[in-house]
């Protein structure tokens, strides 16, 4: 097993104590009726093996995109744990990488993990050029020889299939489509455990969603990494996934194989969705 | 004095033009006929250099021809000299003798509007001749009572946000240099002694549409404020004088308060030493924008941030640094065209 | 209208900024924000090394002060008269001779010794400033030693144009820990600030800040394990003046053709009067 989430909750606003109790799935609501917080992870338990692929969706506001972001620790969490593969103390004990400091987060997202979002400009430093920003993760996760840094930006470029003679222009000289490349290789040139994705292709015309999409999968099977892709986008899910989760009010409602869960959904609230979208 | 009713306006506002006649040409509060026409000159630099001295700041303002940043820094400079006496007792605005009191919040305040002296309505005009009201006008300070602020009855039915207030003692910025996050008090008295001209358009920005849209001014006066110092040896409470001084207070919107779910309207403080009514005001528009920034209907922006303010409404130091570019800079710029000749060659390779 | 007292600060503030300095001692390269004073000279003209000097020196101390390596330049002349007329210490311009010498954008030719402290006048403290503006993150990055996007910059430079495009405040990193802005002292300068025995310590007044680097301090520039550090090489030039070669030269453009002098002008005067001597 890769990750271990264990309870996993984020609450906005002031919780009255009992929020957790009084939302998520089976109330039907993500507000507590209580204090009008709002709970958008609601105690989450989750596993994610490793080469695994896991899909998590469900509609906005579902708290799919919080639970990815509670793992990268781009927000802090309320309440559970997070455990990791390999992640132990001193003492051998498996960490909590919730509980990590700065540093350790940094060591942790150039490691372990890395984040592909929806929008380039979060992933990419826009003043760094295309290798520059490659680098970043290579030099992050403590590479100081500059040939090294740079022959690996420039396999990663070539893996992307972006011409290597572009390396070293700017991320705004770049397509939308292959500024989403650029945010691969960099997340890819630490060689991660885990890959997170974030709507990584929403926004993108169709004939390019495609072409990421089998990119990311070819690159998953050669390297050999984890992933977990959220997308409101069932195609999306289909192509990439082994193992669905569906995500409403914040809890999880449906887990199992992506095939079964897309042909013969059990929850009422996935047969809404798939076949809403499908 | 009063300019509250339509019909006394006319009259009021003659009056008001009449006094700032007087005030500036040496009928008013000088001793020293030559000190008045500098009068806000005076006044600016005092809150500038932070150090109020009016015979200090004449010597700063003949030292530096008239140039008034400089004026300031010789004042600030002076400063460095002195050694810190103590502390003198809290002023607060309400023990301010008044002369001029407005608020543009509602017409009926407590006490009364008081126009007083200003050129608010004067006509800006060189070469013709403006004749001012005849009548003998006389300026009156009040004198004993304290004068509450025009926002207090909206204060009493708790209709106002309260700053919370986190720190136990105020930041002294004259003995450590603030660090994020910046307590309130140290952006105020970094505000206290800014440049009138920076501070005044970093308020602007947010008058057109980067910030607050349009502040109300709750209360503003000016006067004299006795400062009353602990005696050193008695401990008896001794008034050692008397300071010119502006204080505002400013509305801005309304929003849920987070204490209690309730609206209330948030408000910011400016202060200044001397007569600097632009200053106080642009001061009271960024504590408003600084302590509330999401209260803003103009989102946030410049004005809004601790970082952006505290930093560049300093005029003794942005003045400093924009003029040292004068200075040689030979071996560094030789060093420069030597990467610029290595990296030319590096490219043509 | 008070007199000034001696090094023109009352003493509290003195004080002050000697703590500031004993604490960026004990941690090197550790930005140490002060309350820097106004002084009768103009922020960003040198104001953070001469409150670093008024504050530590004493009547017996004898003072150089030099601008771009010059004891002559104007700057460098208006400081001394000043800590001279609220002082009365004695000066020099033979490095050798000077305890206390106060700087911008250079450091002496002549190697400095135990007793002597280096004081820079600093216009930007903040190494960080060009990759992140924000004081907060600064010191986050700083406290977390998270240097990365200076590394970044480096690469970016070296994958362009071959090296690092930065001349002068050429980062450096201070005893295997934090990394610190060096001033603006060209490159030359940089490997002379490695395990120096002269106490180096830096001001900055306007941006309020103090910093040091104690002697025989392990200091090393940024650089890539598989690469040099480079700096300026003047190869077969020798001074007009004094004819000496490898130090740090001004090149002078004149009607025909370029001519080159001693940057550290105290120094070329020694070489010049060893050389007549010698005659």
Same mark, same amino acid.
């Given at each position: 097993?890769?990750?271990?989430?264990?309870?996993?909750?984020?609450?906005?606003?002031?919780?009255?104590?009992?929020?957790?109790?009084?939302?998520?799935?089976?109330?039907?609501?993500?507000?507590?009726?209580?204090?009008?917080?709002?709970?958008?992870?609601?105690?989450?338990?989750?596993?994610?093996?490793?080469?695994?692929?896991?899909?998590?969706?469900?509609?906005?506001?579902?708290?799919?995109?919080?639970?990815?972001?509670?793992?990268?620790?781009?927000?802090?969490?309320?309440?559970?744990?997070?455990?990791? =593969?390999?992640?132990?103390?001193?003492?051998? %004990?498996?960490?909590?990488?919730?509980? $990590?400091? &700065?540093? *350790?987060? !940094?060591?942790?997202?150039?490691?372990?993990?890395?984040?592909?979002?929806?929008?380039?400009?979060?992933?990419?430093?826009?003043?760094?050029?295309?290798?520059?920003?490659?680098?970043?993760?290579?030099?992050?996760?403590?590479?100081?020889?500059?040939?090294?840094?740079?022959?690996?930006?420039?396999?990663?470029?070539?893996?992307?299939?972006?011409?290597?003679?572009?390396?070293?222009?700017?991320?705004?000289?770049?397509?939308?489509?292959?500024? =989403?490349?650029?945010?691969?290789?960099?997340? %890819?040139?630490?060689?991660?455990?885990? $890959?997170? &994705?974030? *709507?990584? !292709?929403?926004?993108?015309?169709?004939?390019?969603?495609?072409?990421?999409?089998?990119?990311?999968?070819?690159?998953?099977?050669?390297?050999?990494?984890?992933?977990?892709?959220?997308?409101?986008?069932?195609?999306?899910?289909?192509?990439?996934?082994?193992?669905?989760?569906?995500?409403?009010?914040?809890?999880?409602?449906?887990?199992?194989?992506?095939?079964?869960?897309?042909?013969?959904?059990?929850?009422?609230?996935?047969?809404?969705?798939?076949?809403?979208?499908? | 004095?009063?300019?509250?009713?339509?019909?006394?306006?006319?009259?009021?506002?003659?009056?008001?033009?009449?006094?700032?006649?007087?005030?500036?040409?040496?009928?008013?509060?000088?001793?020293?006929?030559?000190?008045?026409?500098?009068?806000?000159?005076?006044?600016?630099?005092?809150?500038?250099?932070?150090?109020?001295?009016?015979?200090?700041?004449?010597?700063?303002?003949?030292?530096?021809?008239?140039?008034?940043?400089?004026?300031?820094?010789?004042?600030?400079?002076?400063?460095?000299?002195?050694?810190?006496?103590?502390?003198?007792?809290?002023?607060?605005?309400?023990?301010?003798?008044?002369?001029?009191?407005?608020?543009?919040?509602?017409?009926?305040?407590?006490?009364?509007?008081?126009?007083?002296?200003?050129?608010?309505?004067?006509?800006?005009?060189?070469?013709?001749?403006?004749?001012?009201?005849?009548?003998?006008?006389?300026?009156?300070?009040?004198?004993?009572?304290?004068?509450?602020?025009?926002?207090?009855?909206?204060?009493?039915?708790?209709?106002?946000?309260?700053?919370?207030?986190?720190?136990?003692?105020?930041?002294?910025?004259?003995?450590?240099?603030?660090?994020?996050?910046?307590?309130?008090?140290?952006?105020?008295?970094?505000?206290?002694?800014?440049?009138?001209?920076?501070?005044?358009?970093?308020?602007?920005?947010?008058?057109?549409?980067?910030?607050?849209?349009?502040?109300?001014?709750?209360?503003?006066?000016?006067?004299?404020?006795?400062?009353?110092?602990?005696?050193?040896?008695?401990?008896?409470?001794?008034?050692?004088?008397?300071?010119?001084?502006?204080?505002?207070?400013?509305?801005?919107?309304?929003?849920?308060?987070?204490?209690?779910?309730?609206?209330?309207?948030?408000?910011?403080?400016?202060?200044?030493?001397?007569?600097?009514?632009?200053?106080?005001?642009?001061?009271?528009?960024?504590?408003?924008?600084?302590?509330?920034?999401?209260?803003?209907?103009?989102?946030?922006?410049?004005?809004?941030?601790?970082?952006?303010?505290?930093?560049?409404?300093?005029?003794?130091?942005?003045?400093?640094?924009?003029?040292?570019?004068?200075?040689?800079?030979?071996?560094?710029?030789?060093?420069?065209?030597?990467?610029?000749?290595?990296?030319?060659?590096?490219?043509?390779? | 209208?008070?007199?000034?007292?001696?090094?023109?600060?009352?003493?509290?503030?003195?004080?002050?900024?000697?703590?500031?300095?004993?604490?960026?001692?004990?941690?090197?390269?550790?930005?140490?924000?002060?309350?820097?004073?106004?002084?009768?000279?103009?922020?960003?003209?040198?104001?953070?090394?001469?409150?670093?000097?008024?504050?530590?020196?004493?009547?017996?101390?004898?003072?150089?002060?030099?601008?771009?390596?010059?004891?002559?330049?104007?700057?460098?002349?208006?400081?001394?008269?000043?800590?001279?007329?609220?002082?009365?210490?004695?000066?020099?311009?033979?490095?050798?001779?000077?305890?206390?010498?106060?700087?911008?954008?250079?450091?002496?030719?002549?190697?400095?010794?135990?007793?002597?402290?280096?004081?820079?006048?600093?216009?930007?403290?903040?190494?960080?400033?060009?990759?992140?503006?924000?004081?907060?993150?600064?010191?986050?990055?700083?406290?977390?030693?998270?240097?990365?996007?200076?590394?970044?910059?480096?690469?970016?430079?070296?994958?362009?144009?071959?090296?690092?495009?930065?001349?002068?405040?050429?980062?450096?990193?201070?005893?295997?820990?934090?990394?610190?802005?060096?001033?603006?002292?060209?490159?030359?300068?940089?490997?002379?600030?490695?395990?120096?025995?002269?106490?180096?310590?830096?001001?900055?007044?306007?941006?309020?800040?103090?910093?040091?680097?104690?002697?025989?301090?392990?200091?090393?520039?940024?650089?890539?394990?598989?690469?040099?550090?480079?700096?300026?090489?003047?190869?077969?030039?020798?001074?007009?003046?004094?004819?000496?070669?490898?130090?740090?030269?001004?090149?002078?453009?004149?009607?025909?053709?370029?001519?080159?002098?001693?940057?550290?002008?105290?120094?070329?005067?020694?070489?010049?009067?060893?050389?007549?001597?010698?005659?």
């Amino acid at each position: 097993m890769l990750l271990d989430i264990q309870y996993l909750s984020k609450i906005y606003g002031e919780s009255c104590g009992h929020c957790l109790e009084q939302t998520g799935d089976e109330h039907g609501r993500a507000i507590c009726p209580g204090c009008q917080s709002v709970v958008a992870v609601n105690r989450v338990n989750l596993r994610v093996e490793k080469d695994e692929v896991l899909g998590i969706v469900g509609e906005s506001g579902s708290g799919k995109s919080t639970l990815l972001q509670l793992l990268y620790r781009d927000i802090k969490a309320s309440s559970g744990r997070v455990f990791f =593969q390999d992640m132990l103390d001193s003492d051998g %004990l498996p960490v909590d990488i919730l509980k $990590l400091n &700065l540093l *350790e987060t !940094t060591v942790m997202r150039n490691k372990l993990m890395s984040m592909i979002y929806q929008n380039p400009r979060q992933g990419l430093n826009f003043l760094f050029s295309a290798g520059g920003n490659i680098a970043e993760k290579i030099i992050g996760a403590g590479e100081r020889h500059f040939e090294t840094i740079r022959s690996r930006a420039l396999h990663f470029i070539d893996k992307i299939e972006l011409p290597i003679s572009r390396i070293d222009d700017y991320p705004e000289t770049f397509s939308g489509g292959q500024q =989403q490349r650029i945010q691969i290789a960099k997340a %890819l040139s630490s060689s991660p455990k885990l $890959l997170l &994705l974030d *709507e990584p !292709t929403t926004g993108l015309d169709v004939s390019v969603q495609a072409k990421i999409l089998d990119m990311i999968r070819m690159l998953q099977q050669e390297m050999s990494f984890s992933m977990v892709v959220v997308s409101h986008d069932l195609g999306v899910i289909r192509h990439l996934t082994d193992i669905t989760v569906v995500m409403r009010n914040g809890s999880i409602v449906e887990y199992g194989l992506t095939d079964q869960i897309l042909e013969d959904p059990q929850h009422g609230y996935t047969q809404l969705l798939v076949s809403s979208i499908l | 004095m009063s300019y509250v009713a339509i019909q006394g306006g006319a009259e009021a506002i003659s009056a008001s033009k009449s006094l700032y006649q007087k005030m500036i040409h040496g009928n008013f509060l000088a001793k020293d006929a030559q000190q008045a026409p500098l009068l806000f000159g005076l006044d600016r630099i005092m809150s500038e250099g932070a150090l109020y001295s009016q015979q200090l700041g004449l010597k700063a303002i003949k030292s530096s021809g008239c140039d008034l940043l400089e004026a300031a820094f010789y004042l600030r400079a002076h400063r460095s000299t002195c050694q810190r006496v103590g502390r003198c007792s809290t002023i607060t605005s309400y023990d301010i003798r008044t002369i001029r009191r407005i608020s543009s919040a509602s017409k009926e305040i407590p006490d009364g509007q008081m126009l007083g002296p200003s050129s608010d309505y004067i006509l800006k005009l060189l070469t013709k001749k403006q004749s001012f009201s005849s009548k003998p006008t006389k300026c009156r300070a009040t004198t004993g009572q304290q004068v509450a602020s025009a926002l207090d009855e909206l204060r009493k039915q708790n209709k106002i946000m309260q700053p919370e207030v986190n720190e136990e003692e105020p930041f002294d910025i004259t003995r450590s240099s603030p660090l994020p996050p910046y307590p309130r008090s140290s952006l105020m008295q970094m505000m206290a002694r800014g440049e009138t001209g920076s501070m005044l358009g970093f308020a602007y920005t947010t008058m057109r549409g980067y910030g607050d849209v349009h502040p109300t001014i709750g209360d503003l006066r000016i006067g004299m404020v006795a400062v009353v110092y602990p005696h050193p040896f008695t401990g008896n409470e001794v008034t050692v004088g008397e300071i010119r001084v502006t204080a505002v207070e400013t509305v801005g919107s309304f929003k849920k308060d987070p204490i209690d779910g309730k609206l209330r309207l948030a408000t910011g403080f400016g202060f200044c030493f001397g007569f600097n009514e632009t200053k106080a005001i642009a001061m009271s528009i960024l504590d408003l924008a600084l302590t509330y920034p999401s209260f803003s209907i103009g989102g946030t922006g410049v004005a809004t941030s601790a970082e952006m303010i505290i930093h560049h409404i300093d005029g003794i130091e942005s003045m400093g640094f924009t003029n040292h570019f004068k200075l040689p800079h030979y071996v560094t710029f030789q060093a420069d065209l030597h990467t610029f000749n290595t990296a030319g060659e590096h490219r043509d390779d | 209208m008070t007199e000034t007292t001696f090094g023109f600060f009352d003493e509290d503030a003195k004080k002050e900024i000697r703590r500031a300095l004993l604490k960026a001692i004990s941690l090197p390269g550790y930005i140490v924000p002060f309350a820097s004073r106004e002084m009768p000279i103009a922020r960003g003209w040198g104001t953070g090394g001469l409150q670093v000097t008024l504050s530590i020196i004493k009547e017996d101390d004898v003072l150089k002060v030099i601008d771009q390596g010059c004891d002559g330049s104007v700057n460098a002349v208006n400081i001394r008269d000043f800590i001279v007329s609220t002082t009365e210490v004695d000066t020099t311009s033979l490095t050798a001779k000077a305890t206390v010498i106060q700087t911008r954008h250079r450091i002496p030719e002549q190697p400095l010794t135990e007793n002597q402290i280096l004081v820079f006048q600093v216009p930007v403290a903040e190494v960080l400033t060009t990759v992140e503006p924000d004081t907060a993150r600064q010191k986050n990055m700083h406290a977390h030693r998270e240097y990365s996007r200076l590394w970044v910059l480096l690469y970016e430079d070296t994958a362009q144009y071959g090296d690092s495009r930065i001349s002068n405040r050429y980062p450096v990193e201070i005893n295997d820990h934090y990394v610190m802005d060096p001033s603006p002292i060209p490159r030359y300068d940089i490997p002379r600030l490695n395990n120096n025995p002269a106490l180096l310590l830096f001001g900055a007044g306007r941006e309020k800040r103090i910093y040091a680097i104690p002697p025989y301090t392990k200091v090393t520039p940024l650089t890539f394990v598989d690469r040099d550090f480079q700096v300026e090489t003047f190869p077969g030039i020798s001074c007009k003046r004094c004819g000496t070669s490898d130090v740090f030269f001004d090149e002078i453009q004149g009607v025909d053709g370029t001519y080159y002098y001693c940057s550290d002008t105290a120094n070329c005067d020694s070489m010049l009067n060893r050389k007549q001597n010698a005659a």
